[in-house]
């Protein structure tokens, strides 16, 4: 027989763990911080981004483009999930890298955020991140054929460009195409590697850059060479790539890639 002092101790350390359970679900469930405030000209890099991106047709109604928070680095900026040409400064949100909005202020997220947070995770040297349905570059995701530069303004694509495979994870979110969990943005994000550019098969890319204006011009080159990759290899006959020597020599002496973003920048923003 249990005496009645032991079953109050029992019951004392049961209400205990109970509590303890308790308060680290309450601890688990705490938003993170804020990594503090953001310059207004940087915020409205990000909105041009997305802006620029939608009006050279990379972006459609989806898609999305992030930037590393620029005081804290476990923190990204991204907008609330809106088709990009309609982003303002007020549909930016804040997320820790495990993409937890900080405030979300009933914002809806975007779901595929996870890719922004594990790239974010995997790559300090990232500070910019895009991913869109880039539509010439969809069928070198889902063919034999690898993306290889043909035109000078696309000649970081020399390094190779991996292609993921979502369906190659064991997870059960792989069959919708989308990557909606941290472990599918972690896939893609070892797939990725060092690289500025992955294919996402069947789906589109994910292009990066140590600025936004820098990863802006990597996806409107991407889509811009694949077309030009199709055409000439309709043509038929060898195609005379550019070569690793010439795409390391461009990148030591990329011109004024400042050039681009000032023109893309004034035409979004007058819209």
Request: aromatic letters at 6%; a positive charge; proline letters at 8%.
């Amino acid at each position: 027989m249990i005496r009645p002092t032991r079953c109050l101790a029992i019951a004392t350390v049961c209400l205990g763990l109970g509590a303890g359970i308790a308060q680290r679900s309450v601890v688990a469930q705490t938003p993170p911080t804020s990594g503090g405030p953001v310059d207004a000209a940087l915020l409205e890099d990000l909105v041009a981004a997305n802006r620029i991106l939608a009006s050279e047709g990379v972006l459609d109604a989806y898609g999305h483009v992030s930037i590393r928070h620029p005081r804290n680095p476990d923190r990204y900026l991204l907008s609330r999930s809106l088709a990009p040409i309609l982003v303002t400064a007020a549909d930016i949100m804040e997320y820790d890298l495990n993409s937890t909005p900080v405030d979300p202020k009933g914002r809806l997220s975007v779901q595929e955020r996870f890719i922004h947070g594990e790239i974010f995770k995997a790559r300090p040297d990232v500070r910019a991140v895009i991913h869109s349905h880039s539509p010439a570059v969809v069928p070198y995701s889902v063919t034999q054929v690898p993306i290889r530069p043909v035109y000078h303004m696309a000649s970081f694509l020399y390094v190779g460009v991996p292609v993921w495979d979502v369906g190659s994870v064991n997870d059960p979110d792989a069959a919708a195409l989308l990557v909606r969990n941290g472990a599918l943005g972690k896939s893609l994000a070892l797939t990725l590697g060092t690289r500025p550019v992955a294919l996402l098969r069947g789906h589109g890319n994910v292009v990066v850059g140590p600025d936004v204006q820098t990863a802006v011009a990597r996806a409107i080159y991407t889509e811009v060479n694949a077309g030009l990759q199709t055409i000439a290899i309709g043509l038929g006959g060898p195609v005379s790539y550019i070569s690793a020597e010439e795409g390391a020599a461009r990148d030591k002496n990329p011109g004024d890639p400042g050039r681009g973003w000032e023109l893309w920048k004034k035409k979004a923003l007058e819209k």
